[in-house]
């Protein structure tokens, strides 16, 4: 009776499912070289006020109910036209939320660099991916100056609401050129400043002739643009050489 009733217990115990492990949290890289010195942050670039980093701690604002009424971030992602099998880097990438869906567009084939220069939205983000289960993103710790990124390997670097913030611009602009790879674009979602509707501080939102008079001098070329988000300038740029911009700096398409 006793054998009879172990050999149920054992065999119960086959057929039960094995429990699965709790998920880890990808690992941040936050292996920057501090050796490098970084200039103080500038306050302005070509006549335009340099915004702050919102703090870390205002973290709940970026994965707000509203923010989808308000900017359309749905239609935003469909706009950049993400492939499964590219790498996309999602620069100031905070808390993560453009970076999951940036990951599920690429598929499991791709990668994701989530890129931050505060170490606590990183760890954010790393709890959201282990949560979740998403494999396919690296979160980096960037610095004003480098993003950390490979060089020559981005299909796309999205910047939302970012590059404004810059402290050191023409460095992270530099650096981004640097990264994309041959057809890799370089695309900014900005407030529109010409827009008085829109709800933003002046000091967070950006006219196309300022982006431009920014990026086209750092060696990018206006490829597209797309102009029906709700808040949102969404323009596509793409990294020239020194030949393309001595050369076709007068094709670039109109405001």
């Known amino acids: 009776m006793a054998a009879r009733v172990l050999s149920l217990l054992v065999a119960m115990l086959l057929a039960a499912p094995l429990s699965a492990a709790p998920p880890t949290a990808p690992v941040v890289d936050l292996d920057v070289d501090r050796s490098i010195p970084i200039p103080p942050p500038a306050t ?33 992602i469909q706009a950049l036209d993400i492939r499964p099998g590219q790498v996309v880097c999602d620069m100031g990438c905070g808390n993560g939320f453009y970076t999951l869906e940036l990951a599920r567009r690429v598929g499991p084939r791709g990668l994701v660099y989530a890129v931050d220069v505060q170490p606590e939205m990183l760890h954010m983000l790393a709890e959201r991916l282990a949560r979740e289960g998403v ?85 990018y070329r206006l490829e597209r643009q797309f102009d029906r988000l709700p808040w949102q300038h969404l323009l596509f740029f793409k990294a020239t050489n020194g030949a393309e911009r001595a050369g076709e700096g007068d094709k670039t398409p109109g405001p």
């Open 44 to 76: 302005h670039h070509m006549g335009r006020e340099i915004a702050q980093t919102m703090h870390y701690t205002g973290a709940p604002w970026l994965v707000r109910e509203s923010r989808q009424r308000e900017e359309d971030c749905r239609m935003l």
């Open 135 to 219: 494999r396919n993103v690296r979160p980096v710790l960037g610095t004003p100056i480098d993003p950390r990124l490979p060089l020559a390997a981005v299909d796309l670097v999205l910047c939302v609401d970012v590059y404004h913030e810059f402290s050191h611009p023409e460095a992270m602009l530099a650096r981004i050129h640097e990264s994309l790879a041959p057809d890799g674009l370089l695309v900014l979602a900005e407030f529109r400043g010409e827009d008085p509707a829109v709800p933003i501080k002046p000091l967070h939102k950006m006219t196309k002739a300022q982006v431009r008079a920014e990026l086209e001098p750092a060696g």
